[in-house]
């Protein structure tokens, strides 16, 4: 009973906490813009990529960006955590290790979870890593 007590608590804290002015209706979908590939072209093996992607929110609903999802350890990525208004856009930043990828052209995928239609669409960090 107290767990259940202390989940709705949790809830209600989540919910009444965010400070937005845009009203954010569970189930609404939008559709979402954004380029598929980041080139960082040739990098010395030890440096780090800063992959930037501009998301731009096409559809009549606030985008939510839920998630973003590195498919290695190499790659770390952070998404805006403010709701995206229709007509406006925000950033999504992935940084590679490129320490921890081997020599010679690498891809990295990220997977961006949203109430977009489809709900998860797939980014790509490509570079050409030389040794140093």
Avoid: H, W
Wanted: proline share 5%; hydrophobic share 40%; charged share 20%.
């Amino acid at each position: 009973m107290k767990y259940v007590l202390f989940l709705g608590v949790c809830f209600l804290l989540g919910a009444t906490s965010c400070s937005t002015d845009m009203e954010v209706t569970p189930g609404n979908r939008t559709t979402m813009e954004v380029d598929p590939v980041f080139d960082a072209g040739e990098v010395v093996k030890g440096e780090f990529i800063t992959a930037k992607f501009k998301v731009t929110n096409t559809g009549d609903y606030p985008l939510l960006i839920a998630d973003v999802r590195a498919g290695c350890t190499c790659t770390v990525a952070k998404k805006p955590e403010e709701p995206i208004a229709p007509g406006e856009s925000g950033e999504i930043i992935a940084q590679v290790d490129t320490d921890k990828t081997g020599v010679g052209s690498i891809s990295k995928n990220i997977n961006i979870v949203s109430n977009a239609d489809p709900s998860i669409i797939s980014v790509k960090i490509k570079a050409i890593v030389l040794k140093n």
